[in-house]
């Protein structure tokens, strides 16, 4: 099963605030919608903090809040490794999104979201939708991402899914000797906006996929337009040998007790926060020779269609292009990780804190 929180800290909030290095951490409350939800503002050097807000039933206030740090954090790193001239940010809603969203929730939330005056950007996430987003535009210009009939730059996550497939043709090509998807094994856990997507690739380039979810109805929708996808149990996908893992669902999937069991050459998927303790298993996944495509990076392509439309110029060809580019960047911090002895996640990081720092000098004149 997924596990959605990967350390629940006990820490109070200024605690987690000053470890992860957060500017802001916003808490929202609506009496008459319900509405309950988190803002987090990581790093603004390079520009407004940018990423999308995600509705999830957490068990616990403090799962939502340990979420919404790492996700904000991720979000800096993500657009500084993409060369996007934006910080990071993200937000939570907490509750169940089948039940209560609907055209007032999500307005309540747009208001919020206004009230902080363009220092926070949101956008689609898990359990959002386009509609979603439509609402909360009633109430705030600070939102991307927005349909194409209200001169927005759509969905994002079908740029989402080819930037990770670009990361996982170089993750293949580091691990193979060819970027050839043909004939590979591929699981993919989650098979949402993002990882129904990647599927229509990676059919194209007649890989054997598999699927795992815990949503019946979105494996109907794979299945239905892709005979040839295989349904495998989300409870016995680590007993199952394959060439590469693509985590598309929610993070902590690469754990103490997932890694071990682990049986493929490369891992590379949509999913945010997929190491459960960052240095702790990509140094993991190192030592057992797997190939980690870090999940920040290869699924920026979503941000930077976003990007290109909170410029004001959106150009699908440029943001094609620049998704593109992906495959080098990923080739680049794999090799970066070989040379060093380092993991993966590790160089990515490095390479992303070395831009903000590079780029804050420049802003200050230094």
Same mark, same amino acid.
């Given at each position: 099963?997924?596990?959605?929180?990967?350390?629940?800290?006990?820490?109070?909030?200024?605690?987690?605030?000053?470890?992860?290095?957060?500017?802001?951490?916003?808490?929202?409350?609506?009496?008459?919608?319900?509405?309950?939800?988190?803002?987090? $503002?990581?790093?603004?050097?390079?520009?407004?903090?940018?990423?999308?807000?995600?509705?999830?039933?957490?068990?616990?206030?403090?799962?939502?809040?340990?979420?919404?740090?790492?996700?904000?954090?991720?979000?800096?790193?993500?657009?500084?490794?993409?060369?996007?001239? $934006?910080?990071?940010?993200?937000?939570?809603?907490?509750?169940?999104?089948?039940?209560?969203?609907?055209?007032?929730?999500?307005?309540?939330?747009?208001?919020?979201?206004?009230?902080?005056?363009?220092?926070?950007?949101?956008?689609?996430?898990?359990?959002?939708?386009?509609?979603?987003?439509?609402?909360?535009?009633?109430?705030?210009?600070?939102?991307?991402?927005?349909p194409e009939n209200m001169g927005g730059s759509g969905d994002p996550s079908p740029m989402t899914a080819y930037g990770v497939?670009?990361?996982?043709?170089?993750?293949?090509?580091?691990?193979?000797?060819?970027?050839?998807?043909?004939?590979?094994?591929?699981?993919?856990?989650?098979?949402?906006?993002?990882?129904?997507?990647?599927?229509?690739?990676?059919?194209?380039?007649?890989?054997?996929?598999?699927?795992?979810?815990?949503?019946?109805?979105?494996?109907?929708?794979?299945?239905?337009?892709?005979?040839?996808?295989?349904?495998?149990?989300?409870?016995?996908?680590?007993?199952?040998?394959?060439?590469?893992?693509?985590?598309?669902?929610?993070?902590?999937?690469?754990?103490?007790?997932?890694?071990?069991?682990?049986?493929?050459?490369?891992?590379a998927g949509a999913a945010n926060n997929q190491l459960k303790e960052e240095q702790k298993h990509g140094e993991m996944l190192?030592?057992?020779?797997?190939?980690?495509?870090?999940?920040?990076?290869?699924?920026?392509?979503?941000?930077?269609?976003?990007?290109?439309?909170?410029?004001?110029?959106?150009?699908?060809?440029?943001?094609?292009?620049?998704?593109?580019? $992906?495959?080098?960047?990923?080739?680049?911090?794999?090799?970066?990780?070989?040379?060093?002895?380092?993991?993966?996640?590790?160089?990515?990081?490095?390479?992303?804190?070395?831009?903000?720092?590079?780029?804050?000098?420049?802003?200050?004149?230094?």
């Amino acid at each position: 099963m997924i596990d959605v929180q990967p350390e629940v800290k006990k820490k109070g909030v200024f605690s987690q605030m000053q470890e992860m290095e957060h500017e802001q951490v916003v808490f929202c409350q609506d009496e008459h919608t319900g509405l309950k939800a988190i803002i987090g $503002i990581h790093n603004t050097v390079l520009g407004p903090a940018m990423g999308g807000t995600r509705m999830w039933n957490y068990a616990t206030e403090e799962e939502a809040l340990n979420d919404v740090l790492r996700l904000s954090r991720g979000m800096t790193f993500k657009s500084a490794l993409a060369g996007l001239n $934006i910080g990071g940010g993200k937000a939570v809603i907490i509750g169940d999104a089948r039940k209560q969203k609907n055209e007032i929730f999500m307005r309540r939330f747009g208001k919020f979201v206004n009230s902080l005056n363009g220092k926070y950007y949101t956008a689609e996430d898990v359990n959002i939708t386009m509609r979603d987003i439509e609402y909360m535009s009633m109430e705030t210009p600070f939102v991307v991402g927005k349909p194409e009939n209200m001169g927005g730059s759509g969905d994002p996550s079908p740029m989402t899914a080819y930037g990770v497939y670009m990361g996982m043709k170089a993750g293949a090509q580091k691990a193979y000797g060819t970027d050839s998807l043909r004939g590979k094994n591929i699981l993919v856990q989650g098979v949402g906006q993002v990882g129904k997507y990647l599927i229509d690739h990676l059919i194209k380039e007649e890989a054997n996929v598999f699927i795992a979810d815990i949503f019946e109805d979105k494996i109907k929708v794979v299945t239905d337009k892709h005979a040839s996808v295989e349904v495998v149990d989300p409870n016995t996908i680590f007993q199952m040998e394959m060439d590469i893992y693509s985590p598309c669902a929610l993070g902590a999937t690469l754990n103490d007790d997932t890694i071990p069991e682990l049986k493929c050459a490369v891992v590379a998927g949509a999913a945010n926060n997929q190491l459960k303790e960052e240095q702790k298993h990509g140094e993991m996944l190192k030592d057992k020779s797997i190939i980690y495509a870090p999940d920040f990076l290869i699924n920026s392509g979503g941000i930077a269609n976003v990007y290109h439309e909170y410029l004001g110029n959106y150009n699908k060809e440029r943001v094609i292009a620049s998704t593109e580019h $992906i495959y080098d960047v990923c080739l680049d911090v794999l090799n970066y990780s070989e040379k060093n002895n380092i993991s993966s996640h590790e160089a990515a990081l490095a390479l992303a804190l070395q831009r903000i720092e590079d780029v804050g000098k420049v802003k200050l004149g230094q």
